[in-house]
């Protein structure tokens, strides 16, 4: 379980939220949703830990994320838009890295992990292995971005509009993947402004801004 206290973030004089509690349980869906520039992406920068909390803590099974750091790490995986693609590799390179690393992480929820190639083939999108990056549409980039959660064990996803840029298509293979890890044990928390992701069955939404941060959107 995840859980935030008395979680405030601001940016110098941009208060985007302050005194917020809020708990991530197993095997359940959140959505974030809200208008642009309500906090949605802060919030999930603060739990994927690119960013600190100005005040309050996040705690990770009742202890301080700082003290269970390399389990964090391990059982907590996100993607958005701070996370990058190495220059000079290609899609296949990075996701053999990873999948590398992986070999190193605890499989917890049992999950049945793909090779790079073969979750590149799951998204549609197998003639990215041999490419950069750049070499690809942005959606066929997105959906490379998604085929890492395929190549590496976790238990807690935060994922940061994952159906960017993606086609109709694309959305319903999110909305499967989502109901398939959460029957599986997994906590997932997307931020969407899509309906579909947002009416998958079981849905607890959190909706922004949040109550008590007293933030208007900009
Ligand atoms: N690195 C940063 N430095 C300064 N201000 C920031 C930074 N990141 C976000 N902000 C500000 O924080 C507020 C919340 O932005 P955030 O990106 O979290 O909104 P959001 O709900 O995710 O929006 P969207 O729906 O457009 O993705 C905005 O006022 C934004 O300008």
Redesign the pocket.
Known sequence: MIEIRNGA?N??S?Q?FEKIDLVFEPATYYT?T????????????CLLRQ?ALSEGEILWCGKDTLATNATYAEQVFGINDSIGWLPGLTVGNHLKLMEKNSKNLPNLLNQELLSPEEALEELGVPQAFEKEPYALSSGQEQRARLASLLVRPASYYFL??PEKRLDAQGVEWIAHWVQSRVEAGAMVCI?T?DPVLNQIPGTVNIS?PLEGSGVE??
């Open positions: 973030k940016f110098q941009n985007v974030f809200g208008p642009n520039g309500s906090g949605k992406s802060t919030l999930m920068s960013t940061d509009e931020a402004h922004f959107p900009r």
